[in-house]
């Protein structure tokens, strides 16, 4: 299905084999997507300062900066949603870009179509409307804790803490239902958009936990507000009374 014209999202495409650039290229672009091309992750970074695409595709393995080079450098001053492509068979590896701030992973080899689905669900969860059980206001206080859905911003103390999309989309869906746990499985399909069918696919939830806790807790090792629900997930703390207010 292609995307409306209104929408033509771009995306950035880093790997070095050629043929997976060609590939991908041809199938994003014919469902209605703009998309541009870096064989190494030098150019990679060129092209997002010239492009400043809505979501990056990224090998692991390319040559001058790897994948992983690239992702710390983007997160240090942008939240656009990437994807990382990995042939890499140790789960750690895989992990990996996970820790350092990507949104997703496909192994190779993968299918396109699967390619295609992960890169909609991203960009539609960044752009998702609001889910039940948050307020009409948007705005949310949890302690020093301030959530604003409207924005799909995060502050602490009035100090506003940097969320990629699915960090926020994360938070979002654990606070709509504070008190009650979600499991692993849940919360992957209701914020990835698909269901784990190998255990180390639950693990892309695990580190988006460890790092929406070490943004937003005072102590990520003993946590107050995300909590692990033992033998099934996380839950968000009960919120008794949610303080929403409406947005100057």
């Known amino acids: 299905m292609a995307l409306s014209s209104q929408t033509k999202e771009t995306i950035l495409v880093a790997d070095d084999e050629a043929s997976i650039r060609r590939i991908l290229e041809t199938r994003l672009s014919m469902i209605g997507y703009k998309v541009v091309t870096a064989r190494d992750g030098k150019e ?3 092209l997002f300062k010239d492009y400043e695409p809505d979501l990056v595709v990224l090998d692991v ?4 900066l790897d994948g992983y080079g690239v992702c710390q450098e983007l997160r240090k001053d942008s939240d656009v949603p ?19 701030g990507a949104d997703d992973y496909v192994v ?15 960009l539609r969860r960044i752009d998702k409307e609001q889910i039940p059980g948050m307020p009409n206001s948007g705005l949310i206080l949890v ?38 746990p979600f499991s ?27 790092r929406l806790r070490s943004k937003l807790e005072a102590d990520p090792a003993n946590p107050e507000l995300i909590l692990t629900a033992r033998g099934t997930g996380y839950l968000f703390q009960r919120i008794v009374d949610i303080t929403s207010f409406d947005s100057k």
């Open 44 to 46: 990679a970074l060129k």
């Open 61 to 64: 393995m390319m040559p001058k």
């Open 82 to 100: 990437i994807v990382m492509l990995t042939a890499l068979g140790d789960v750690a590896d895989r992990i990996t870009g996970l820790e350092l």
């Open 108 to 122: 190779k080899p993968f299918s396109p179509k699967e390619l295609e689905a992960r890169i909609r669900c991203v």
């Open 143 to 180: 302690t020093d804790i301030k959530i604003d859905t409207n924005r799909r911003q995060v502050f602490k103390s009035d100090e506003r803490i940097r969320l990629t999309g699915m960090e926020f989309s994360l938070l979002e869906l654990l606070v709509s239902r504070s008190g009650e």
């Open 184 to 210: 692993r499985g849940e919360i992957l399909k209701e914020v990835w958009g698909y269901t784990p069918e190998r255990h180390v696919d639950t693990r892309v939830v695990d580190v988006h936990i460890s």
